[in-house]
């Protein structure tokens, strides 16, 4: 199965600063580029645990003693690690957003080039679908999910327009949706306004910022001292949310301070924020919004 090119390979596993028997989690396994690089770093009595809910990824398994596979929603970290017996773990890396292979299946419905159903689930058993957000929603909440996660200011009138449209007949495809909301969608900015849309949808089908909160609360729990995070996202609500969480292990407000003005938090950051380069862009077109943060267990 075709799964492309793995974003800031050699920097997001440098970041994990790899000991030969450490045991290490890549929570976004996809098409397994990052678990491969890490497997190859790793000696005999290394360990590699992986996560991902897409039912798809299985095929992808790497037949390898030390790797082991785990169908799950990267959110329940800690649990099934530790039905594994392990309870602490020497690094975690995780690449967010959605993957090539993802966008490329044209049923899947995460891509704005396909005529398709509305799905957009990334654990294709989970019951809520882009179908049910369009055509199940109170008007208030689709107005939320497209202000808070599109970041559109047309959100309110987009909103009113899906609950008037779906009144006559369901929304059930990607062209029925992009013909009710046509108006907001001037040829120039086409693409960029429909990505903004996709992108609302897709975060709360997959509940993908309440995941992201969950497992980033559970990492200094699971890494040892010293242990490293390594960590891309791909837009500014999540890559706001691993900033404030390395920077001040919340993410919101500013943590309580002692007489002299000091605070604990649980990691520090490594490093500054890491970009792809132009060569990488110009090679792989999805690395263009990518953001690689790196953080130590204190």
């Known amino acids: 199965m075709e799964y492309h090119n793995p974003v800031l390979l050699k920097e997001t596993v440098d970041g994990l600063n790899i000991k030969p028997d450490g045991i290490y989690v890549d929570v976004t396994f996809g098409g397994g580029g990052h678990s491969k690089e890490i497997l190859k770093r790793l000696g005999e009595g290394g360990k590699l645990f992986a996560f991902d809910q897409d039912l798809d990824a299985l095929e992808n398994t790497i037949d390898d003693d030390r790797f082991t596979l785990i169908n799950e929603n990267f959110r329940f970290l800690k649990r099934f690690l530790r039905f594994y017996g392990v309870k602490q773990v020497d690094g975690i890396l995780a690449d967010f957003g959605v993957s090539s292979h993802q966008f490329d299946v044209a049923e899947r419905g995460f891509s704005t080039r396909f005529e398709a159903k509305l799905d957009m689930r990334m654990n294709q058993e989970s019951k809520l679908s882009a179908y049910n957000v369009i055509n199940d929603y109170e008007e208030a909440d689709l107005k939320r999910v ?61 509940q993908e910022i309440e995941a992201l909160k969950e497992f980033l609360q559970q990492t200094p729990e699971v890494l040892v001292k010293g242990g490293r995070l390594s960590v891309i996202s791909y837009h500014s609500l999540e890559d706001r949310l691993v900033k404030r969480f390395i920077r001040n292990g919340l993410f919101e407000g500013e943590p309580v301070r002692d007489v002299f003005g000091n605070f604990e938090v649980p990691l520090k950051k490594v490093n500054g924020l890491i970009v792809p380069s132009a060569e990488e862009i110009k090679e792989n077109n999805r690395a263009r919004s990518a953001k690689l943060r790196i953080a130590e267990k204190l």
């Open 146 to 206: 497209f202000y808070q996660y599109g970041e559109l200011r047309s959100a309110p009138a987009m909103a009113r327009l899906i609950v008037a449209a779906r009144q006559e007949q369901p929304i059930e495809t990607s062209e029925q949706l992009k013909a009710v909301l046509k108006k907001f969608l001037p040829p120039r900015h086409e693409n960029k306004v429909l990505a903004q849309i996709y992108q609302a949808i897709r975060i709360e089908v997959n």
